[in-house]
């Protein structure tokens, strides 16, 4: 199962080459080649994209996977953490699927299980936490009931992981092409050399000069050791990378930077991504569903323009209009008043109900079921089942309105709440 | 209601604008430290250029924001401001009165007083072994300012006017017991017991969640027209700039590249810097091809600021570089009202094509091709 070096370069196919000689000219895609190719839809050139690049990998499926069965499947998926004063229900009840080629945006406050969910797929959970219930199918493999020894054939040559911080997640005394060709290595058994060129060749495919793998993570910038940790993702050619908070920690500039790499790779290489992020335009940016998450259950979940144009969840429009947007009017911010509720004993109901603008008797009582309306679906009462599933707009009181003097806040505003 | 606030303000005390602060010609270079050797021969390494001679004046009562990517400057902006770094040369004005030599704790008492900073970082910025009462009041207790009893009420009143109701339930606790927003509600509580002026504010949402920034962010204008405080707001986001302020400053590697009222610098940049920024500023919309297509990603990362480019410092990475911008740095140009942009590009008041698209199919552009751009093929 060797590799040579020349093969690689083959195999990872011109379209890389291009798009590397296309980064370094300085110059966004042209606008022509866009507007052509936007015709068919992001998705469907993704996911052919990926059936083509398929062959492309060295190595087979895993012999369990089951043809036709979607790359990733997860069915009420529960976490839970053990804590001396309780168990936190992390995750409660999480279904997705991911396709081949696809992009699914994970967002969701601090504490609502977005990372969890993520660590839960391959099992890299702190030691007090614990799948209690659900499946993971991996292609048509149920991950939950792997054993710790037979997951290592899935971690990193399947599912690998870029961590948010990338300074603490790399080795500081160890050189960069070293810490890429490690799992090469370990995990696909090739030799010293072969391993250390493909590391070169994938820091290259990320954007990193092939000589400054020889640079030890301190001496590479933010922005360099993010491509660092997406290049050691992409080392084993895995079908899923998740990316857990990949540009958060980045400027401006050098988010869009990583934000186009990461659609390149996606295009070019046919990955799936995951991305985990509480920052609603980075989903909107690179995914094309996107899943919204609250207190451990989907709220929400569909494509990107459902998600992001016509939000049926109050928790997901509310979200969005508390996010500041630079093309929209100024001031325009809304307060959710209330913080998220302890998940050690979460609300018998709805769980945003507490904070919700149109709670009703039902919601604090019953859990409402997740409905599926065309491409999206989502879990709140003001959608039961048999009903339209046209979008029903939550009034927005306290907005910090372009129409509200800034000066002299309206006498009608109700006094800001604290959270308890 | 565009630009609410400094209306106010400006119209209120008629013009010209109350200038509460002024830095002129502000520079701050720091010293590469070489080692030992260096040292005892007193040979110098060379400097980094963090601030390198910037105009700014911050106006009563408004809120000004200065972005800028890190190592831009922007923090070291407001450390001079607050004291916290002395600058290398350039003069600093305090309501009317040169402040730009004065230096010590006692000196310094009641500037301190009228000017206060907000961190980060509330994780850090908070003792995880004082209570909150003490954490709020120390500032008092330091300064000695007020009987005791005053200062209690001092630290109640300031909690409570950060949102922390009733004062009572949260003095007693401590930090690792309130929520992220909770601890910079407290992080505020701690500046506004000096019942300061000015708020010199580091990223002070930028650790949090949106719905909680929101509530910060609405609690920082609120008390600007509660107790006409003004604001100097340091940010990396130029969204979040955009949402709060009356005027934003652009930094890039130590200077002020464009400088004006927020709707004007947003919507007509005249900086090829401010006009990259604003189109690769992330937005909750998802993007259509022509919005990605007309996107400008910069090539590259800031330099750093020991080894600051010759002429216009953004020139290496400038879709629209020509010439001059190799050798000769631009000053900032008056482009109108009260937009400045340092930009030869903008001499004159010239606005800058505004087709970043047209990086790939050049487009010629009268004001470009006058003074012999060369526009990448």
């Known amino acids: ?420 | 209601m565009s630009d609410g606030g400094l209306a106010k303000t400006a119209d209120g005390t008629g013009s010209p604008h109350d200038v509460l602060y002024r830095l002129q010609g502000m520079k701050v270079h720091f010293a590469v430290r070489g080692g030992f050797l260096d040292t005892i021969l007193r040979r110098s390494r060379g400097v980094i250029r963090a601030v390198d001679g910037i105009d700014l004046e911050l106006r009563r009562g408004e809120v000004l924001a200065l972005v800028g990517e890190s190592g831009s400057g922007k923090t070291t902006t407001g450390r001079v401001i607050v004291k916290l770094t002395p600058q290398t040369d350039g003069r600093l004005t305090f309501d009317g009165k040169d402040v730009t030599d004065l230096w010590g704790t006692t000196a310094l008492r009641g500037y301190r007083r009228r000017i206060q900073l907000i961190f980060q970082d509330p994780y850090e910025t908070l003792n995880p072994k004082q209570s909150i009462n003490d954490f709020v009041m120390e500032p008092l207790v330091v300064n000695d300012i007020g009987a005791p009893r005053d200062r209690q009420a001092a630290t109640f009143a300031a909690l409570e006017a950060a949102g922390l109701r009733p004062a009572s339930d949260f003095a007693f606790r401590f930090p690792h017991e309130l929520s992220g927003g909770q601890r910079q509600r407290v992080v505020i509580a701690g500046a506004l017991v000096m019942d300061p002026e000015v708020i010199v504010a580091d990223e002070p949402v930028s650790m949090l969640d949106v719905s909680i920034r929101t509530e910060l962010l609405r609690l920082m204008l609120d008390l600007r027209a509660e107790r006409g405080l003004t604001y100097l707001f340091i940010t990396h986001d130029l969204s979040l700039a955009w949402v709060i302020a009356d005027r934003i400053a652009v930094m890039y590697l130590g200077k002020i590249m464009e400088i004006g009222p927020a709707e004007q610098v947003i919507r007509s940049p005249h900086n090829p810097y401010t006009q990259a920024l604003v189109s690769v500023s992330p937005t909750p919309e998802p993007p259509t091809p022509g919005e990605r297509a007309k996107r400008t990603i910069l090539v590259g990362e800031t330099p750093d600021a020991a080894h600051v480019p010759p002429g216009c410092r953004f020139h290496p990475r400038c879709p629209y570089a020509f010439d001059r911008c190799r050798v000769e740095e631009p000053p900032l140009f008056d482009v109108g009202g009260g937009q400045s942009a340092a930009c030869w590009l903008a001499e004159g008041g010239r606005s800058l094509p505004v087709l970043p698209h047209r990086i790939q199919e050049p487009v010629p552009s009268p004001a470009a091709t006058a003074i012999g751009a060369e526009l990448p093929a």
Not at chain 1, 59 to 87: H, I, M, N
Request: with cysteine.
């Open chain 1, 1 to 420: 199962m060797s590799v040579d070096p020349r093969d690689l370069a083959r195999s990872t196919d011109e379209a890389l080459v291009d798009a590397r000689l296309q980064d370094a000219t300085a110059v966004p895609e042209s606008s022509a080649a866009d507007v052509a190719t936007a015709k068919r839809s992001r998705r469907e050139r993704a996911i052919e994209a990926a059936l083509q690049i398929r062959g492309r990998r060295q190595w087979a499926p895993p012999k369990q996977a089951k043809p036709g069965a979607p790359l990733l499947e997860v069915r009420d998926l529960k976490t839970y953490f053990r804590l001396e004063s309780g168990t936190v229900r992390a995750v409660d009840g999480v279904s997705f699927q991911l396709d081949y080629g696809e992009a699914l945006g994970i967002v969701g406050e601090s504490g609502c299980g977005k990372t969890t969910t993520a660590l839960s797929l391959v099992q890299i959970l702190p030691p007090n936490a614990r799948i209690v219930g659900g499946e993971v199918n991996l292609m048509g493999i149920d991950l939950v009931k792997k054993t710790e020894n037979q997951l290592r054939r899935y971690r990193w040559r399947e599912i690998s992981i870029v961590f948010q911080g990338a300074m603490n997640a790399l080795n500081p005394v160890q050189r960069v092409v070293d810490q890429i060709a490690e799992p090469i290595e370990q995990r696909l058994g090739e030799p010293k050399a072969t391993a250390r060129a493909k590391a070169r060749a994938l820091l290259e495919v990320v954007g990193i000069p092939k000589q400054r793998g020889a640079a030890y993570p301190h001496e590479l910038s933010g922005g360099m050791r993010q491509r660092a940790m997406i290049a050691m993702a992409l080392a084993c050619d895995p079908a899923i990378v998740i990316g857990d908070e990949p540009t958060t920690a980045l400027d401006v500039m050098v988010q869009a930077q990583i934000l186009e790499l990461l659609e390149r790779l996606r295009r070019d290489l046919g990955l799936s991504l995951i991305l985990i992020t509480h920052d609603l335009s980075v989903v909107a940016e690179t995914c094309d569903r996107a899943l919204v998450m609250y207190a451990g259950r989907v709220a929400e979940e569909g494509a990107i323009g459902e998600i992001f144009r016509r939000p049926r969840h109050p928790y997901t429009q509310k979200l969005l209009s508390s996010f500041p947007n630079i093309r929209a009017d100024r001031r325009t911010l809304e307060v959710i008043p209330g913080s998220p509720p302890d998940l050690r004993a979460p609300p018998p109901g709805c769980r945003f109900a507490p904070r919700c603008t149109f709670a009703m008797a039902v919601c604090s009582e019953v859990v409402p079921p997740e409905i599926t309306f065309g491409d999206v679906r989502v879990a709140c009462h003001l959608y039961p089942p048999g009903s339209d599933g046209a979008q029903v707009t939550v009034p927005r009181p306290n907005a910090i309105g372009a129409s509200v003097p800034l000066v002299e806040p309206p006498p009608d505003l109700p006094p800001m709440e604290v959270p308890a």
